[in-house]
């Protein structure tokens, strides 16, 4: 009996140190050296927020064009909309792209997060709220795009606001 909980705490030491090691520096090849910084001081802090009136079976909104010799990091993104009752949203998007009216680049889904009961809304309609950290990398001269798509007529005073916060730092 003894001997048998040496050799399994042996294991466990054994595999411990193998996790370690495998984690490294998040760099792939396993290597345990420093981990590189999460966040850079933030000396150019962008924060966003643009509304729409919501119609159709969806919303874009252009929120930020990168400036050359700059790359926006994106934090944080959140959105609120007051649509009919009968209608929901089916996801939000936030992406990158070169031309607006084109593909984009990179896209991140963000789902609907919490419907509600709005009292500051038209009669009929319903509140979507939804806030996530996010991590996304813009590069200069690239747009950053906000989309909503809707399932049903979202009705005649639909809103939809995002809100987008993050950094820029130089895109040496």
């Not at 140190?17 to 933030?42: D, E, I, K, R």
Request: proline share 5%.
């Amino acid at each position: 009996m003894f001997k048998l909980k040496i050799a399994s705490a042996a294991f466990a030491l054994l595999a411990l140190s193998q996790l370690a090691s495998a984690q490294g520096n998040g760099n792939g090849n396993g290597n345990n050296t420093a981990p590189a910084p999460v966040t850079q001081s933030v000396t150019q802090p962008v924060q966003i927020n643009m509304s729409a009136t919501a119609s159709g079976g969806y919303t874009n909104i252009v929120m930020y064009t990168v400036p050359a010799g700059k790359r926006l990091v994106v934090e944080h993104f959140s959105s609120e909309a007051a649509i009919a009752s009968t209608a929901t949203i089916q996801r939000y998007a936030l992406a990158t792209t070169t031309n607006p009216q084109g593909s984009s680049n990179f896209v991140h889904f963000v789902s609907p997060g919490t419907v509600l009961v709005c009292s500051a809304c038209y009669t009929g309609q319903s509140e979507t709220i939804a806030s996530q950290p996010i991590r996304m990398y813009v590069e200069p001269g690239q747009y950053l795009v906000a989309n909503a798509s809707y399932n049903g007529a979202v009705g005649p005073n639909a809103f939809i606001a995002f809100a987008i916060s993050g950094y820029l730092i130089n895109a040496n």
